[in-house]
């Protein structure tokens, strides 16, 4: 539950080499879906490697809520005692997903076709943030939303009491949209249908498969199509939860800005639907290399080594790629600051409503540390200072979004002047070893 403490402000200076190895947290989307899943099962889904950031921790308390029994056996070692699919009991009080616009969203999805009531809500950040996208598709299937206006939280859903499947195309590339729908679609009759113009992260059609739902995924002129049988019984897992690309992401991106350095990110997963930041930075000329790559759980994994590249430039970056790395756009725009040449991003209005509008967040960062920064609806550019030319010695505006603050940390380890934000507190949310881990491997970071 970030962002309902006291600010705290951080500040990040300029460091010597990063040199180590970076054992970042688990997956925060297979983390979310481990917890809802073990809900929906029949039985006990133990799970190890959980992210115990405050997302994840608020998602599992409100599994508890909808009467499963989530238990934390310590080190990252958790279990879920389903209630099976349609099993969810009425919540007493008012669900708080805190920051967690995936929390929300998917327990949306996995609540709607019971027949029972929930509210929701979040902190100032999620309860800003557009619910529409999911409560249009969720009332096909015959639930009710009643929320604030702009379809915002805090917000109550009554439950389809007899729920049809649907068919829907997302209009918006969203996982979450996307998830939202199979979740609800596993408590109504027959074949749910979900195609997507362009694949996004495909977490919870591999896991669904995994708990041993009937689910199929077709590409058709349309789309990727999946297409879900309703009313199985899921079955308890075991789950390794993999490392998360996207908090590997940061001590990579500081790795290859800071003078002399040279990371070991161990065991990541480089699932197509994700690691499209890792290519861009390829791209871009960063020494990165996947060095021991290997299947593991049918997705490929690699341990990710990183050196300061001082020889970066600029790129286009395609839009295709937006949804693989859709989180990371503030962290690359950070990097590119210290490449040469201009980075040309596109195809990314969906950054306007994540925890914060990242570009805009981004943006007034960057430029009062002195790089230039253009903007519009759906793209932003990034001109590059090179390796030594960022300025720095700014106080940025984290705006209650992890990412955000973490990216402006990295950016400080290079820049000339320290780099501050006004709040470090969200990055709990999603990396709460961040500070200790990049201290580890050398980076000057304090808080007030
Ligand atoms: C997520 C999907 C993405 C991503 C978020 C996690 C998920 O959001 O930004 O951090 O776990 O499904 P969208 O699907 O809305 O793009």
Known sequence: ???HGTPIPMTSSK??????EAHVPGDKSISHRSLILGAMAVGETKISGLLE?????????AMQAFGADVINHGGGNWSVHGVGVGGFMEPEGVIDCGNSGTGVRLIMGAMATCDITATFTGDASLNGRPM???????????TQAYGRKGGRLPMTLVGAATPIPVEYATPVPSAQVKSAVLLAGLNAPGETIVIEKEATRDHSERMLAGFGADIKVEQTNEGRKITLQGRPELKPQTIQVPRDPSSAAFPVCAALIVEGSDVLVPNIGLNPTRAGLFETLRDMGANLEYENLREEGGEPVADLRAKYSPDMKGIDVPPHRAASMIDEYPVLSVVASFATGTTMMTGVKELRVKESDRIAAMADGLRACGVTVEDGPDWWSVEGQGPQGVKGGATCASHLDHRIAMSFMVCGMATQNPVSVDDGTPITTSFPIFEGLMGDLGAKLSKE
């Open 132 to 142: 529409a996208r999911v409560t249009d598709p969720l009332a096909l299937f015959g």
């Open 53 to 61: 950031g405050d997302d994840v921790l608020d998602t599992g308390r």
């Open 15 to 20: 460091c010597g080499p990063l040199i180590g």
């Open 1 to 3: 539950m970030s962002g």
